[in-house]
Each structure stands twice: as C-alpha cells, then as structure tokens.
C-alpha cells in the first residue's frame, strides 16, 4: 500500500510541478470611444415644439394681455401645466403678475 500511494504522490507532485502556480496578467481592456453625441436629438432640442396644443401655450403666453394658468388648461385640456418648462421649450423669458386673485404669466422672446 505505501507504495501505491508514494506513486500517487509522486505522479500529484509532478503534475503540479507541470502546472504554474502563479495568474497570467489579464490583458488590458481596450478603452471605449467617446460617445457621439446624436446630432438629430440637439436639432430636436433647438427646435420649439410644433405640436398643436404647445404652440397655443405659446401664442397664449406671448399676447399683450398674457393668460392665467387656469385658461391655459381650458383651452388645452390638460389637467396640470407648468408653465415655466413651457416658457422654456419655447424659449421665452417667463414673467408673472400678480391680477387680483390669479397670476398672470407673459411670455417674451430671450
């Protein structure tokens, strides 16, 4: 039996031997290029909406008498609006007034 297993030891110790102990060093990862920049979404960001109800805003909001947040909503039909981020899709200059109860918002050109 003793020599059974000093075979099998040595046979395990050569084979760790054939093998190396230490990791090769990993590769170094290539570095990403830098991501493009998609010329279409800032064409689309330049660009005042064109939709129906948001050119209404803005035709509502750059009248000499300016509109109230609740004709806004009439006139849309929308539940809620902000009428500072639609100045600013438009690209207007948003000021308010206060008329009474209400405020009055006024939309001018930047």
Same mark, same amino acid.
């Given at each position: 039996?003793?020599?059974?297993?000093?075979?099998?030891?040595?046979?395990?110790?050569?084979?760790?031997? !054939?093998?190396?102990?230490?990791?090769?060093?990993?590769?170094?990862?290539?570095? !990403?290029?830098?991501?493009?920049?998609?010329? *279409?979404?800032?064409?689309?960001?330049?660009?005042?909406?064109?939709?129906?109800?948001?050119?209404?805003?803005? *035709?509502?909001?750059?009248?000499?008498?300016?509109?109230?947040?609740?004709?806004?909503?009439?006139?849309?039909?929308?539940?809620?609006?902000?009428?500072?981020?639609?100045? !600013?899709? *438009?690209?207007?200059?948003?000021?308010?007034?206060?008329?009474?109860?209400?405020?009055?918002?006024?939309? *001018?050109?930047?």
């Amino acid at each position: 039996m003793n020599d059974l297993s000093n075979a099998i030891e040595e046979v395990a110790a050569a084979e760790a031997a !054939k093998k190396p102990k230490t990791r090769k060093a990993a590769a170094p990862k290539p570095k !990403k290029a830098a991501p493009k920049k998609p010329k *279409a979404r800032a064409a689309a960001k330049a660009a005042v909406k064109t939709t129906s109800k948001t050119v209404a805003v803005v *035709a509502m909001l750059t009248r000499k008498s300016g509109c109230t947040r609740a004709e806004v909503l009439a006139a849309t039909g929308w539940t809620a609006i902000s009428m500072q981020q639609v100045a !600013k899709v *438009a690209r207007l200059k948003l000021t308010a007034k206060k008329d009474g109860v209400c405020l009055r918002y006024f939309g *001018a050109a930047k």
